[in-house]
Structure formats: structure tokens, C-alpha cells
């Protein structure tokens, strides 16, 4: 028999300047029914605060229930401590001239995702824009002040072309 013995499994390997980090949970409802795939950051009220100078990132990305678990950087668990704006966008891309793309695997789907794959589509924008912009957002949470579970509502679904995606 033999035994293998890892003497670092269980720990991740974190930064050394990483900030402790606090759990936090948002969730974004629209016209009263969760919102999914919305993308979720926090932005530090005060961008001078982080002591050692690194900027960290706090997002998540809500799931079917429209709750987001806040993870920094994309890979840590939580939000370092702060005052943040909890800032919420959406987006899809306008559909392809080319139709909707055929059963992924067959030849046609290949044929389709070439020609689709050059062209330019625009963009369009599923949440008011005041949510995800860090001078108009109504929302704030402070880290790790509460239980740092917070409900953000982003009203009346919407639907705008973005300019800025399209370049």
C-alpha cells in the first residue's frame, strides 16, 4: 500500500499583500424577479485607502437566483475591508447577420462560427447605466460593517446600444 501525504493540500497559495477578506453576497433583482448573468464589482469609495499600494478587485456574477458571491481578483473568496459602490451591468451582443448559430459540433455550426466570428455586432446594455457607474450607483456596502449580504435592485429592464463596445 501506498500512502501519499500532501502537506499543503487544503491551503491556496495567497499573496503575501493579500488583504484579509470578508464574505459578501449580493443580489440583484429587476422588476421584482432575480437578474442572472449581471456582473457585479465593488468599488472602493476611497481609492487611496489600500495600505500597501495593490488595488484589489471584488466581483462576482450572479447565478439563476441572482445572487453573486463576491470573490477578489476572480479567485479569492470575499472582499478585503472598505466602503464600496456595488456596481451591476449586463450585456448581450445584437444577433449575427448570419442567423442563429446551428447544433455546436456539426459542420454547419463550424461554417457559421467562422463567418460570425469576423464580423461586428453590437452591443447592448441590459441594466440602467447608473447602476454601473460608480458616480450615480444608489448603492454602497461597507466590508466587513453588517453581514455583507446585500439586495440591489436595478428597476425597469432595459435595453440600449452600447457605442463604446462596438469599436
Same mark, same amino acid.
Given at each position: 500500500?501506498?500512502?501519499?501525504?500532501?502537506?499543503s493540500?487544503?491551503?491556496?497559495?495567497l499573496?503575501?499583500?493579500l488583504p484579509?477578506?470578508?464574505p459578501?453576497?449580493?443580489?440583484?433583482?429587476?422588476?421584482?424577479?432575480?437578474?442572472?448573468?449581471?456582473?457585479?464589482t465593488?468599488q472602493?469609495?476611497?481609492?487611496?485607502?489600500?495600505?500597501n499600494?495593490?488595488?484589489?478587485?471584488p466581483?462576482?456574477?450572479?447565478?439563476? @437566483?441572482g445572487?453573486?458571491?463576491?470573490r477578489?481578483?476572480?479567485?479569492?473568496d470575499g472582499? $478585503?475591508? +472598505?466602503i464600496? *459602490?456595488v456596481? !451591476?451591468?449586463k450585456?448581450?451582443?445584437?444577433?449575427?447577420?448570419y442567423?442563429?448559430?446551428?447544433?455546436?459540433?456539426?459542420p454547419?455550426?463550424?461554417k457559421w462560427e467562422?463567418?460570425a466570428?469576423?464580423?461586428?455586432?453590437?452591443?447592448?446594455?441590459l441594466?440602467? @447605466?447608473?447602476?454601473?457607474?460608480?458616480?450615480?450607483t444608489?448603492?454602497?456596502?461597507?466590508? $466587513?460593517? +453588517?453581514t455583507? *449580504?446585500?439586495t !440591489?435592485d436595478?428597476?425597469?429592464?432595459?435595453?440600449?446600444?452600447?457605442k463604446?463596445?462596438?469599436?
Amino acid at each position: 500500500m501506498i500512502v501519499l501525504v500532501c502537506s499543503s493540500c487544503g491551503k491556496s497559495n495567497l499573496p503575501k499583500d493579500l488583504p484579509r477578506l470578508y464574505p459578501c453576497e449580493i443580489t440583484v433583482i429587476q422588476e421584482n424577479k432575480p437578474l442572472a448573468d449581471a456582473m457585479v464589482t465593488l468599488q472602493l469609495t476611497d481609492l487611496s485607502r489600500p495600505e500597501n499600494g495593490q488595488l484589489w478587485f471584488p466581483m462576482g456574477t450572479t447565478d439563476h @437566483e441572482g445572487k453573486a458571491i463576491i470573490r477578489t481578483n476572480a479567485q479569492y473568496d470575499g472582499a $478585503p475591508i +472598505g466602503i464600496y *459602490k456595488v456596481l !451591476v451591468s449586463k450585456t448581450k451582443q445584437g444577433p449575427s447577420k448570419y442567423g442563429a448559430p446551428p447544433q455546436e459540433g456539426t459542420p454547419q455550426y463550424t461554417k457559421w462560427e467562422d463567418l460570425a466570428s469576423h464580423e461586428i455586432r453590437p452591443w447592448f446594455g441590459l441594466v440602467e @447605466e447608473k447602476f454601473s457607474q460608480a458616480e450615480q450607483t444608489p448603492y454602497e456596502i461597507e466590508i $466587513p460593517k +453588517g453581514t455583507n *449580504k446585500r439586495t !440591489v435592485d436595478v428597476g425597469n429592464a432595459v435595453e440600449y446600444r452600447i457605442k463604446d463596445l462596438e469599436k
